[in-house]
């Protein structure tokens, strides 16, 4: 078979696949097939695919399914990996003045967490350096948004999530509720670069091309109130090695954060406490019909 006879029949099949989600109900779900057929075609003569790679992707995509439970998304660390993630993050939401840039969920998120008071201290028997973290929740235009729900969580010292640890209690990770003023305080530890789970068939892939599982040391945040696009975003630690080489391509330079030193001393209760770093930022909430 001659490349352009090839071509020829190739189209047709294309076509012919195309054609037969041409009676979907749903107008939107017929636009995705058809172009991913197209797409999906396209790529398989772009690289002249074997056989043999084919029979290797439908492996790849089986173990993927095969490791997610859960507690562990395997699918989702794919689509952080190959930037996918990133893309339609960055497709759903475009930068609007006097708001903060979202990034990826990650594999960890597991709700519910439990909401704790304002000044709780969410590392438990975590070690670590202490961090207080002060926040203040805000519209685009610097009003104070009063009663959001402020999910965090984040790995432990040693670069492991609490549910990466078989019968670890929730630890690291809490819910809390702006006041008010919209502010909202809580103790943790400064989080470290860790690895992302490379004991699966995404840690072989990263491996194959000679890329490094690491991510820069970061808290997550996820943010909502009735009346705003819900937030997703990390807060990334300032001077970490890998800031410009994220695992998971996560990192936005508003993101980044510096820590400041404080001295042992006492707190606004009159209580004793020691040296440690601290970090204040300001949120801002995405309006709903400013959705893009």
């Known amino acids: 078979m001659t490349a352009q006879t090839l071509k020829s029949d190739a189209n047709a099949l294309t076509e012919e696949v195309v ?26 003569l772009d690289v002249n695919l074997s056989m043999s790679e084919w029979e290797t992707a439908i492996g790849f995509l089986t173990q993927t399914g095969h490791m997610c439970d859960d507690k562990r998304q395997e699918f989702i660390l794919l689509s952080d990996t190959l930037g996918f993630s990133m893309l339609v993050d960055a497709i ?39 961090l207080h973290v002060s926040a203040q929740v805000l519209t685009p235009d610097g009003k104070p948004i009063a009663d959001a729900w402020v999910d965090v969580w984040q790995s432990d010292d040693d670069g492991y999530y609490d549910v990466q640890k078989p019968g670890q209690e929730e630890n690291l990770r809490a819910r809390f509720r702006t006041d008010a003023e919209g502010r909202l305080s809580f103790w943790s530890i400064v989080p470290t670069f860790y690895p992302i789970p ?95």
Do not use: C
């Not at 054609?19 to 398989?44: C, D, G, I, K, M």
């Not at 609007?96 to 979202?102: F, I, K, Q, W």
């Not at 006492?266 to 204040?280: M, P, Q, V």
């Open 19 to 44: 054609a037969s989600f041409a009676n979907a109900e749903n107008p939107r779900l017929r636009e995705v097939l058809q172009s991913l057929v197209r797409h999906l075609h396209a790529f398989a």
């Open 92 to 130: 759903n939401h475009r930068s609007m003045e006097g708001t903060t840039e979202t990034t990826v969920l990650g594999p960890f998120y597991v709700p519910p967490l439990k909401e704790r008071p304002h000044g709780s201290d969410i590392a438990g028997a975590s070690q670590g350096t202490p």
């Open 198 to 292: 490379h004991d699966g068939p995404v840690g072989k892939m990263l491996e194959a091309v000679g890329r490094h599982p690491y991510r820069p040391a970061h808290i997550h945040f996820m943010i909502g109130k009735d009346g705003y696009d819900t937030l997703v975003t990390h807060l990334f630690i300032a001077g970490d090695d890998y800031l410009h080489s994220d695992a998971v391509f996560g990192v936005k330079e508003q993101l980044i954060v510096n820590l400041t030193d404080e001295e042992a001393g006492w707190n606004a209760s009159g209580e004793r406490i020691g040296a440690h770093k601290s970090l204040d930022h300001t949120f801002g909430l995405r309006p709903a019909a400013a959705a893009s």
